[in-house]
């Protein structure tokens, strides 16, 4: 199983960014898949996650109105939409996966098996 993360790079505050994740090795609408993020000196902290389908997604609090996840099985990728970026989203976005079976509406970084290598994205005031 490989997740590939891309998309990040330095942004000004208020622009957009979407971010991919690309999958192999894996069935891929057998799992869930989750964004998490890590910033210098802090605990990785979860963003969003989407179902199997993509038809149910959840957010953190700072995420919500600002992040869009999505997936797209035909091509097993998984996206996630930044608008409105601020300095404080700066940090390395990591794609995270786990069978759908063991999904729970999973928040913890514990609750998911299989991790990207990341993505930095660096968000300029």
């Known amino acids: 199983v490989q997740l590939v993360e891309s998309g990040g790079r330095l942004v000004q505050a208020g622009d957009s960014l979407r971010l991919s994740c690309a999958a192999s090795g894996m069935t891929f609408p057998n799992y869930a898949v989750a964004w998490f993020r890590q910033a210098p000196g802090k605990e990785r902290e979860f963003v969003a996650a989407?179902?199997?389908?993509?038809?149910?997604?959840i957010y953190a609090d700072d995420a919500k109105g600002r992040f869009t996840i999505s997936r797209n099985n035909a091509n097993s990728t998984a996206h996630l939409q930044m608008t409105n970026l601020k300095p404080g989203d700066t940090a390395v976005y990591y794609c995270?996966?786990?069978?759908?079976?063991?999904?729970?509406?999973?928040?913890?970084?514990?609750?998911?098996?299989?991790w990207g290598q990341g993505t930095h994205v660096t968000v300029s005031s």
């Open positions: 995270a996966a786990v069978i759908i079976s063991h999904w729970r509406n999973s928040r913890t970084p514990g609750e998911y098996d299989y």
């Open positions: 989407v179902n199997w389908g993509g038809g149910h997604t």
